[in-house]
């Protein structure tokens, strides 16, 4: 019977270590606009996100919204949006990846309150649906469509 990683690859998907923290998240590593930098893997949030305090860090150019966010213990905070970014995860890279950007202190003060390191952002559910992502939970590896 054929792994599930060798079915995967076999299909055209890039493979990416995740890196389980203190905290019981998946952390991962991955490029916007070039920049590195550290990033929660959330299935659970509907858009990836990037700290407001990353904006130039990331070359992003931010515009104002009208959405309000909410999650991890915060609601109605403001948020800008950033159109038409370059992300890439390993080897798979989108160019036209719009982030939202709020303030992410809430959540890295909850990291960091447990020894964790402090992220730059969220990878969330649209940027794992247009990669069309399959976690293996047990391996710690997310797999991306390339």
Known sequence: MESLQDYLLDKGYTKIKLKFTKTNHFEIKATINGVKGRFILDTGASNSCVDFE????????????AIKAAGAG???????????????????KNNKVALIL??????????????????????????????K????????YLYLKL
């Open 54 to 65: 990353a904006i130039k860090t990331f070359k992003l150019i931010a515009q104002d919204s």
């Open 102 to 131: 709020f303030n992410l202190t809430h959540v890295n003060t909850a990291l960091t309150a447990h020894n964790a390191k402090p992220v730059d952002g969220i990878i969330g559910a649209d940027i794992l649906k247009k990669s």
């Open 74 to 92: 915060a609601i109605n905070m403001l948020t800008k949006v950033s159109k038409k970014n370059t992300v890439k995860i390993g080897t798979w």
């Open 133 to 140: 992502a399959v976690i293996d939970y047990e391996k710690k």
